[in-house]
């Protein structure tokens, strides 16, 4: 009995964390006004900083990318004028994406301020997608990472 008591004690922690982690996951990115003078490698008017520079996540999950226009501080002087939350999307590298419609540019639905996405469930290949945030259609940050099921793949 004490030994079964020790194996579930040891494993509870794991059991706890694994059930986190198989949750839905969400990433917010920040939209800010471009005053960069050289705006040779982000040249969109708003610039967006994604909160998660590699996500990692499980075949099945769904992503949510929450965009919010203005920083967690919200001062005002560094929101993105004329924002329109429609002009938003994630265009994925490389010749796949992680979605199970195999889409490689996403944006947000119907007016909606985030961009929701599942996970490839079938035939989940186990590698990192690189992707761009656009704003306008130009690039508008840097290149962040989707990490399925992975732990560490090297970026394509």
Not at 24 to 30: A, E, K, L, P, W
Not at 39 to 65: F, I, M, N, Y
Not at 114 to 143: C, H, M, Q, S, W
Request: one cysteine or more; glycine letters at 8%; aromatic letters at 6%.
């Amino acid at each position: 009995m004490n030994r079964l008591l020790v194996l579930i004690g040891g494993l509870m922690p794991i059991l706890l964390a694994s059930s986190a982690w198989a949750q839905d996951r969400t990433v917010t990115i920040f939209f800010t006004h471009n005053d960069s003078r050289n705006r040779t490698r982000h040249p969109a008017d708003c610039l967006g900083s994604v909160t998660h520079e590699v996500l990692r996540t499980l075949p099945g999950q769904t992503v949510k990318w929450q965009i919010v226009n203005g920083t967690p501080a919200n001062n005002p002087n560094e929101k993105c004028e004329n924002f329109d939350e429609r002009q938003v999307s994630l265009r994925f590298k490389g010749r796949t994406s992680p979605f199970e419609d195999g889409k490689r540019v996403v944006s947000p639905e119907n007016g909606s301020s985030a961009i929701n996405e599942t996970i490839l469930k079938k035939n989940a290949v186990k590698r990192t997608f690189r992707y761009v945030v656009r704003y306008k259609e130009k690039n508008a940050g840097p290149d962040p990472d989707v990490d399925v099921d992975c732990g560490g793949c090297a970026p394509p």
